[in-house]
């Protein structure tokens, strides 16, 4: 770059103090808001005068009294230090975590039933901010995290993966689910009670199709479902249509009470962790910890409500 044209260019800091004493009128205020000496702001005009080749100010009873090309600069440079303004105020807004997007993705047994209450109340305080929500397989949770198309993700059943971090948020048990009116006596369901009738199981390739299916083996009991499903809440219309029992994730037990299905303490326990699911080596932002934290609350207002869950307060895993 030649001498000439590197001496046309003309800093933004210039600019920001031409831009405050147009709006202050004075050196000092200008100084003040901007957080430097006044010496600074008059040399910064002076320079900028020599750089333009234009007499901005005119000095009359010591203010500074702008001339009509300083108006005329400045109505052009006003816009640019709206948009700079306004940036400034929305990055503030983001540190403190009340503007933003969030992308969060979960699988339906808590997509479909916590994770609702916590955006509801991560969105209230919340009016600059707006989320991306999916709710699709667990494989397809990983991937999107992984990949970095979404923040968060949230399943139920995963211990641990190769590729992205997982920290479990609460721990629980699944239960059993029998069409209300054909409830059986006490307060529990064994694999072998089940194995004796039509059950409804999960698809065996999940995750937890294939706990449930374990649990039927550690009781000596055959799996053999009569109908098989993906889901959980699935499993859960199918069983308030009265066709038969299952084993389901307690979180869309709770949410499905209404339909008609009430729940049973399942035995062997199948415990299963309700987990969040991050990028490896990507810092979390204020948004994300605000959701975390909502998501923290509202499983531990379920384990209240009565479903059976043991909020884990820190137990990140890295794996």
């Given amino acids: 770059m030649s001498g000439s044209s590197a001496k046309s260019d003309i800093s933004i800091r210039l600019l920001e103090i031409f831009d405050a004493i147009m709006r202050c009128g004075t050196t000092v205020e200008a100084a003040e808001q901007l957080g430097i000496s006044q010496p600074a702001v008059s040399n910064g005009i002076r320079q900028l005068e020599a750089q333009t080749g234009v007499t901005l100010f005119e000095r009359l009873h010591r203010r500074l009294q702008p001339t009509e090309e300083a108006v005329a600069l400045h109505e052009d440079i006003k816009p640019v230090f709206g948009l700079l303004r306004g940036f400034a105020s929305r990055a503030q807004d983001m540190r403190q975590g009340i503007s933003g997007r969030l992308r969060v993705i979960a699988t339906p047994p808590l997509g479909h039933t916590v994770a609702p209450i916590a955006m509801r109340r991560f969105l209230k305080d919340r009016k600059g901010v707006s989320v991306a929500y999916d709710v699709r397989r667990l494989e397809h949770v990983v991937e999107a995290v992984q990949s970095g198309n979404a923040d968060l993700g949230l399943a139920l059943g995963l ?3 190769m590729a992205v971090n997982v920290e479990v948020l609460a721990r629980t048990h699944m239960v059993a689910v029998l069409p209300k009116g054909q409830e059986t006596d006490g307060n529990t369901v064994s694999a072998a009670t089940l194995a004796d009738s039509d059950f409804i199981g999960l698809e065996i390739e999940s995750r937890l199709g294939q706990m449930v299916r374990s649990a039927f083996e550690r009781d000596g009991a055959a799996y053999n479902p ?5 889901y ?3 499993a859960a219309v199918l069983v308030a249509a009265g066709i038969a029992n299952a084993v389901i994730d307690p979180y869309t037990a709770a949410f499905n009470r209404s339909i008609g299905i009430v729940e049973r303490s399942f035995l062997p326990p199948i415990e299963v962790a309700a987990v969040l699911i991050t990028r490896k080596g990507i810092p979390r932002s204020r948004l994300q910890h605000a959701f975390i934290s909502e998501m923290r609350k509202a499983l531990s207002d379920f384990e209240t409500a009565g479903v059976r869950t043991s909020p884990v307060r ?3 895993n890295d794996g």
């Avoid at 009569?226 to 993906?230: G, L």
């Fill in 314 to 316: 820190s137990s990140r």
């Fill in 232 to 234: 959980c809440a699935t």
């Fill in 159 to 161: 211990d641990r993966h």
């Fill in 226 to 230: 009569r109908v098989e499903v993906r």
